[in-house]
């Protein structure tokens, strides 16, 4: 985990190494003070002279003064320097780790998606992240500082008088073992604090995302509640963890005190024997706390990491999880005509071969047909179309296009050669244009206003003031369900595809204007392939075939007119639809 999260750090390695290197210099300024200024009150102020008698020495007292403020002004710019570098390597290295993962996210296929939700995601790219950051930033200033801080004033503690270093030893393994009890019991609480967040993020996320829908089921009060319920969760479980860490601050008061009273005591009676001095007992102490508070900064550090240990789990399953749809090593570049074919397709989003959602498909589409698919709710017409741009890939048998199986493709490739218009589509934030050119970046303005044309979307986008400037906010947002899946079809139409995929994609495009749609891409795109899933029959009834789908299987094929005679399922659909509905 850790190798693969320090490959993030990247160019910010040289700051990653300097900021220990400056902190290395300014603790070692930090010891040597307490000893300057035992040295001071030892020779300076308590200076003696022949008769024995306390004179002090000015002599000494600014000679010792001089080189203290020197010590103290090394330190600082040490120390600014070790803040400065750490601050520009941990935050470098968030920002290498959120590209990163950014970048593993975008290759993921649809199933790697599927695995994650994206509020998981959210969470994983911000909390998670700034976790990471804080213990790197962290791990490379205090778990430098602390060790050799500890390290450096045990050694002069002894060198001062052995009897004096001894109390540290006893002190010393009282906090580390409770440290380390406190650790274990709290790292299972963060992460599952980690987990709620993640619920917290999923219910704001759809809230605010669905704001509409609640509004219209006045579904306020329910949301309210729903939202209330994962704070509250996160409230005890945050407060368990957080009392745990708590403990740590009593413990280590004990010890420092404990420790205090020790070096007084022991101190003392040294003096008295005049083993010690009064310079080397004042150091002592600077020594005591230094230990001790660096102590304490070690144990914060570990629950830190404790807490970002859960959070780097959670990052580098992003970053380790691996696209399930892979290039294949000489991928073919051309797709040679929008010919498909399904030999024994069986298909299970599971994987799991007892829940097939396609069973058995065998179908051959030539280039340049259009073909309709009718089927009921969840008989999976868009499963189906999804495994021709390699959405997904069959879970048996195979899927060619032009000839030759998908999986033989660059993926860029065929997906350029096959538009499909999702039944769940979405605009982008930005103008129409700009929408459009998702299809072909390159496309003039001519192009963008002929693909609108054959969509029928040009007629609504001229009465725009803006025309195609207008902006579209967020998720198309500010245009109706129908002229949205026509700008859906123009900018699929951009791609010039070889096969055209419209999964109800005029679902919500009146039936008058789905009929121009349909005619026009016949006259002007002949040679594409068409697919063509709806629930009108009106919609697909011109089609060179139809294919009729039943809970995952191919049951009829045929044109309108063979249907009508031979396909119970097609008869019953189009009866309902000439009643106007169920009756
Ligand atoms: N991402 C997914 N993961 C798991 N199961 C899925 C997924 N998408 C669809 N399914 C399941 O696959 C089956 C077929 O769904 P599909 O979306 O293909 O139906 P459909 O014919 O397109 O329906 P509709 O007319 O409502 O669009 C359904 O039972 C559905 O629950
Ligand atoms: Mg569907």
Known sequence: MLRKLSKSVREFKLASFLAPLFIAGEVLMEVIIPLIVARLINTGIEYKDASGQVVGNIENLIKLGLLLVLCCIISMIFGTLAGDFAAKASTGFARNLRHDMFFSIQNFSFKNIDKFSSSSLITRLTTDV?????????????????????????????????????????????????????????????????RKLDDLNRVVQENLRGARVVKSFVREDYEIEK??????????????????????????????????????????????????????????????????????????????????????????????????????????TV???????????????????????????????????????????????????????????ATAGTVKVGGKDVREYHIETLRDAVAMVLQKNI??????????????????????????????????????????????????????????????????????????????????????????????MAEYIPETTKIIIAQRISSVEHADKIIVLDEGKITDIGTHEELLNTSSIYQEVYASQQKGGLS
């Not at 996160?234 to 420092?256: E, G, T, W």
């Not at 204007?513 to 026009?520: C, M, S």
């Open 427 to 520: 605009l982008f934030s930005g103008t129409i244009k700009e929408n459009l050119r998702w299809g072909n970046e390159n496309a003039t303005d001519e192009e963008l206003v002929h693909a609108c044309k054959l969509a029928c979307a040009d007629e609504f986008i001229s009465t725009f003031p803006d025309g195609y400037d207008t902006y579209i906010e967020e998720g198309g947002a500010n245009v109706s369900g129908g002229q949205k899946q026509r700008l859906c079809i123009a900018r699929a139409l951009l791609k010039s595809p070889k096969i055209l995929i419209l999964d109800d994609s005029t679902s919500a495009v009146d039936t008058h204007t789905d009929a121009l749609i349909r005619k026009a």
């Open 227 to 332: 939202c209330k319920g994962v704070s509250d969760a996160i409230y005890n479980i945050a407060v368990k963890a957080d009392s745990l860490v708590a403990f740590s601050s009593p413990l280590m008061q004990l010890c420092v005190y404990g420790c205090m009273l020790l070096i007084s005591w022991i101190g003392a009676n040294l003096i008295v024997g005049g083993e010690l001095t009064k310079g080397e007992l004042t150091s002592m102490f600077t020594y005591a706390s230094q230990i001790l508070m660096n102590f304490m900064m070690l144990s914060m550090i570990f629950i830190m990491i404790t807490m970002s240990r859960a959070s780097a789990e959670r990052i580098t399953e992003v970053l380790d999880e691996v696209p399930d749809l892979a290039d294949p090593e000489n991928p073919e």
């Open 130 to 194: 700034n976790n990471v950051q804080m213990s790197y930033q962290m791990l490379i200033r205090i778990a430098v500082r602390s060790p050799l801080m500890i390290i450096f004033s045990f050694v002069m503690a002894f060198y001062i008088h052995p009897s004096m270093g001894t109390v540290f030893l006893c002190i010393v393994p009282i906090l580390v073992a409770g440290t380390a009890i406190l650790i274990k019991f709290a790292f299972p609480k963060f992460m599952k604090l980690f």
């Open 335 to 393: 797709v040679k005509d929008g010919s498909i074919e399904f030999c024994d397709v069986d298909f299970s989003y599971s994987g799991d071969m007892q829940k097939l959602c396609l069973s058995d498909v065998d179908l051959k589409i030539e280039s340049g047909e259009t073909v309709g698919i009718i089927g009921a709710t969840g008989s999976s017409k868009t499963t189906l179309v999804q495994l021709i741009p390699r959405l997904y890939d």
